[in-house]
């Protein structure tokens, strides 16, 4: 079996903080580049956030650029999604995927995907 789990959602006041993880069952995640991504209702599901499989590649949406952090810990097998500031508009299910090549490239497909993890920010 191979799937990634998100944890670390919940429901934080506007300009509280989250740290999300994606943690990997069945392989080794160190081998892949890792995506966040956020769906909110009646909304197409948008990139988030990438890593390379050594942390030396990122990139971030504009929406969540100077508030969002990617990191990963490969000895922990786990890629992580430090979340400041946040605002209602972050509202959303998050999910962390693994994708086909270790960069953060155009063309790289998705391979597995996790569950998913919702973030509701609201006072």
């Known amino acids: 079996q191979l ?3 998100e944890s670390g959602g919940g429901l934080v006041q506007p300009g ?3 740290r999300l993880s994606c943690a990997a069952s069945g392989f080794t995640l160190n081998h892949y580049a890792i ?3 956020r769906q909110a209702p009646g909304k197409e599901r948008e ?3 990438c890593i390379s499989t050594s942390g030396g590649n990122t990139n971030y949406a504009d929406s969540v650029k ?6 990963r810990d490969n000895a922990k097998n786990t890629v992580y999604l430090q979340m400041n ?3 209602p508009e972050d509202t ?3 999910y962390c995927a693994a994708y086909r090549f270790g960069l953060c490239v155009m063309n790289n497909g998705v391979l597995y995907w996790g569950q998913g ?3 509701t920010v609201s006072s």
């Open 47 to 49: 990139g988030v956030s």
């Open 117 to 119: 993890t919702q973030v």
């Open 16 to 18: 509280g903080s989250l």
């Open 66 to 71: 100077g508030r969002f952090t990617i990191s």
């Open 35 to 37: 995506g966040w991504f």
């Open 85 to 87: 500031s946040l605002k």
């Open 92 to 94: 959303a299910v998050y």
């Open 3 to 5: 799937q990634l789990v």
